[in-house]
């Protein structure tokens, strides 16, 4: 073994050592839900055409809490129709848009000129559409919780009346007029005006 001379320097090795933390909690619960309506944290929070909505959103009138989002509403079920009329912030005043079952006679008519349509085969087999604005029809009808709300409001309604079943975008102005077949017993009520506010709550925060 050689001997250290005297003044020399003796390098030494420090082996480095890793020293296991082990990880600390999120503070961020990815898994936290919340109701869209209300705002409010909700573990019971269960979709509806794309929203999110609470217990007590999926069983109260949703008028009075789409107010906060700049909507306001009124209800109509006379005649065993349910009608609905809403005004929605922020739309293009100039933006029409229209959808309607689509009847037996239309899809005849399709074999001669093309309605037009999304790209949804589901969505496109049963609803027509009529617009003054393709492009912002698309921007609109891309979203799959928008389509669903509206499928859900025109689907199983009685078709060949003076007035029928539609939805419609009129700038600001959303009507909403429907005759489901089975008739309008309560959680029927419930159900069009929980889609009503799926839907309108797409069109007031979507992107443009």
Not at 46 to 71: M, N, W, Y
Not at 80 to 105: H, N, V
Not at 127 to 133: L, N, Q
Not at 177 to 186: A, E, N, Q
Request: with cysteine.
């Amino acid at each position: 073994m050689a001997k250290k001379r005297t003044g020399e320097k003796v390098s030494r090795v420090v082996p480095f050592l890793l020293r296991f933390e082990p990880p600390q909690p999120s503070r961020v619960n990815f898994f936290a839900m919340h109701c869209e309506l209300c705002k409010a944290d909700a573990e019971d929070a269960i979709e509806v055409a794309g929203v999110q909505f609470c217990a007590d959103c999926r069983t109260a009138d949703p008028a009075e809490k789409l107010s906060a989002h700049d909507i306001v509403v009124e209800w109509d079920t006379r005649l065993m129709r349910f009608s609905a009329g809403l005004g929605i912030a922020e739309q293009d005043p100039a933006l029409q848009l229209k959808c309607a079952p689509e009847l037996w006679y239309h899809k005849i008519m399709n074999a001669v000129a093309r309605d037009f349509e999304i790209g949804d085969a589901d969505f496109d087999d049963q609803i027509r559409i009529r617009t003054s604005d393709p492009d912002a029809a698309r921007s609109i009808l891309g979203n799959e919780g928008a389509r669903s709300a509206i499928i859900a409001l025109l689907g199983a309604v009685r078709v060949n009346e003076i007035v029928g079943s539609h939805v419609t975008l009129e700038g600001p102005t959303l009507l909403i007029s429907t005759r489901p077949l089975g008739g309008l017993p309560p959680e029927k009520v419930q159900d069009l005006k929980l889609h009503t506010a799926a839907l309108a709550l797409h069109l007031r925060h979507r992107r443009r």
